[in-house]
């Protein structure tokens, strides 16, 4: 059982704009502004994608935002496009002994 | 350029013992934590530990307390993560990542370990 909670899926349409939330604890998402966001297509290593809550590394497309509003974090992907299609993990840091977590992983479906 | 690269992929019988490597260029890699990460097959994510390689100082992820050895050596760049007697439930997807500040921003290829008998 994953320490943070996200959908096991969502969908979105070509253009359209779609959010994935990310629930925590406050020993973790909300406590802390050190909610990360990776990217994950079949057979490859995960990508950072976001990092801090709402920081996009050098070269991820401003079509990636991410936020958060108490225990949960959320990432936006707007202008969806077909190469957008792939997992995505949420990750924190926790003041609990496991030190780090990740959510179960959201596979998002473009239309 | 700033790299993680992975050993190779390995197939292990049930109690082997392996040792898979991960090894930096690009930057200093006594400045910063590597963490190793856990993917069975069709899972997600899960974090098994971290190392400095400084000064080897290592934390892990109480499940993962004495299942598995992380270990590092400064001299040549190189984190490891080894079993002493392998499961079958060991087998999995294993990633390396930097960890910059609170984020993992750069990721080995990852090593696929497979046991079976």
């Known amino acids: 059982q994953s320490a943070l909670t996200q959908p096991a899926s969502v969908s979105g349409s070509l253009g359209q704009s779609i959010t994935i939330s990310c629930t925590g604890s406050s020993s973790d998402v909300g406590g802390y502004n050190y909610v990360s966001w990776y990217q994950q297509h079949p057979g490859k290593a995960p990508k950072l994608m976001i990092y801090d809550v709402s920081n996009r590394p050098s070269g991820v497309s401003n079509r990636f935002s991410g936020s958060k509003s108490g225990n949960t974090a959320s990432l936006t992907i707007s202008g969806l496009q077909a190469e957008d299609e792939a997992d995505y993990y949420c990750?924190?840091?926790?003041?609990?002994?496991?030190?780090?977590?990740f959510g179960g992983g959201t596979k998002l479906t473009v239309l | 350029e700033v790299q993680l690269v992975q050993s190779g992929a390995e197939v292990k019988k049930p109690g082997e013992s392996l040792k898979i490597s991960c090894k930096g260029s690009g930057y200093s890699f006594t400045n910063y934590w590597i963490g190793w990460v856990r993917q069975m097959p069709g899972k997600g994510l899960e974090w098994m530990g971290i190392?400095?390689?400084?000064?080897?100082?290592?934390r892990y992820r109480p499940s993962f307390q004495g299942q598995v050895t992380i270990s590092a050596d400064k001299s040549i760049s190189t984190a490891y993560l080894q079993w002493s007697s392998l499961k079958a439930s060991d087998t999995a997807m294993y990633y390396c990542?930097?960890?910059?500040?609170?984020?993992?921003?750069?990721w080995g290829q990852g090593t696929m370990v497979t046991v079976s008998s």
């Open positions: 990542a930097r960890l910059n500040n609170m984020m993992l921003d750069i």
């Open positions: 990750g924190s840091y926790t003041s609990s002994n496991t030190l780090r977590v």
């Open positions: 190392i400095y390689p400084r000064d080897s100082d290592t």
